[in-house]
């Protein structure tokens, strides 16, 4: 593949002002992202070895806060409870991500209309969609209940979000219905780069749908699952808004997701050191998925 | 079935499909649905709205403004909410500005050259979309007390700016890749600077990718709630700390708070469904790279 190298080997005007050029495009970008993100990340190990509250000088206690992290039956269930929260919701947005980009993928009539209507929970504030859902689950007047009870599933008001499981329940629903669009695109996508010939072969061959499904489909979009599966659970790790909406954590901390205990840790505990001990703990385990990913996937090289 | 002939059994197929489609989307659009509904309804009509009196279309009104009685409340009579609302927007508009302008840049050094650090690069923009939001929260929280920019709409854009422009910058990237070198060669041997080639040729061709980074961009900003929750207190406060603190202030009215999430998700909802083919493609373009 020929670029435009205008004679490396000398160092020419042209080849410097291209690099001038180039650095002056990157460097904005570069210095926002690493002054926002990268460095107050390493600022935040720096403040986890500390026992840094409000009010009191603070002190270094090296791993102390760590040692802290795995000691603590409340932190241990926090990480707990993130680790199930990420595989349920993922798993939850690849299946019914996959049926939907199935069924979008088919070129029925109007896919074009659901594709627009399925990019309204994508484009919902997550605090909107947290309402929404803590709003369906009241125990009086939400739909759920209104709903069950008018068909006679249940028999009385159930209040879901004091029941730590529900709650867990609720707040899965809600992040997955937040991420099944996107899940649903991406899946779309790369059901596209399957040749159609393979289906009408195996149509041929009297092969039914659901086995089409099962020994084309399934395979072919396994890699991407896999990559859809790592970026959707480290987008979990994220998760707060419809947490602290829906259940702020409770009940009694069941459902306190790392980013958001971390939150109540530093900001109502106001134990700075211990919250930037498990902000840190989570980059540090979405650090070691990033290595693993960009090896996988990411090697740059172009064809032309 | 087996006895159906198969033109019948594939057109069967094609029907339950279509079928399940328009139920999906049904499923997914009611909560929703409801949401909207329930906001036309008065606070007395909530209320009271609970088996056996369930309804789900608005029935106490009588002339049309009565429906749209909390929109009225929301924008004439509660000061907090037009003031968050105004802070939102000042907050979505220059991130989007700023996001999009620094994407654009990026993304062009990044798809077109190898420099030495380029992969160095990559990585350090793919972790940063992947950083959880409070491990930079809390030490920017005490950074910017420190230098004063505390609850400021300026704090929330900066800090929002770097969030957003990793992802920004990858979909970018895909975008401008798609544009192939020899158009740019060919300007170039014609006499343009990168500069001018840039403008004249890629970014025209890399309009849509463009116009799907910015819609995005303000949708992320619209929708952001930690970080103003950390980095403001009441003067900087956006929408969307307006209604999740309201689920937490003395009077919970329900109409209003359902009120303010549907009136909150208007402006994104239009720009999704204008912008529909645009933010797909960009979602999609993002895909096929992974």
Known sequence: MEKIKPAKRRKSKFFLRRNI??????????????????FPTIYSFFMS??????????????????????TTPDILHSIWITILFAIAVTVLTIVFGLFLAVLLNMDLRGTNVAIALLLIPWAL???VNGVMWGWMTNARMGSFNNILISIGVLSDFKVWISDPWYAFLIIVIATVYKMLPLSAFLLVASLKTIPKDIYEAAEIDGMSPVGRFFAITLPLVRP???IIFILLSVATFKAFDMIFVITQGGPGNFTAVLNFFAYMTTFRHMNFGLGAAMAFFISFLILIICVFYYRVTYREVRYD | MRALPRRKKKILFRMLSYVLLCLSMFVILLPFI???LNSFMSEHEIYLNHFPNFHIFPREWNTLSDLFANYRWLTTKSERAIETFVNSLQVAIPTTIITTTAACLAAYPLSRTNLKGKNTILFMFLFATMVPTMAILIPLYLQFTKIGLYDTVW???????????PFSIWVMKSFFDTVPDSLEEAALIDGCTRWKALRKVIIPLALPGIGAVAVYAFISSWAEFLIALVLTRSKAQVFTMYIALFVSSENIEISKLITAGVFSSIPVVILALLFQKLIVRGLMEGAVKG
Do not use: C, E, H
């Open chain 1, 21 to 38: 050029f180039v650095t002056s495009m990157l460097s904005p970008s570069v210095l926002i992202i690493l002054a926002v993100m990268l």
């Open chain 1, 49 to 70: 070895l500390f026992d840094w509250r409000l009010g009191k000088p603070r002190q270094f206690i090296g791993l102390g806060n760590y040692i802290k992290l795995f």
């Open chain 1, 125 to 127: 504030p997550p605090v």
């Open chain 1, 224 to 226: 991407s699952m896999v």
């Open chain 2, 34 to 36: 409801i949401m909207v």
């Open chain 2, 155 to 165: 704090a929330v854009i900066i800090v929002l700016s770097g969030y957003i422009l």
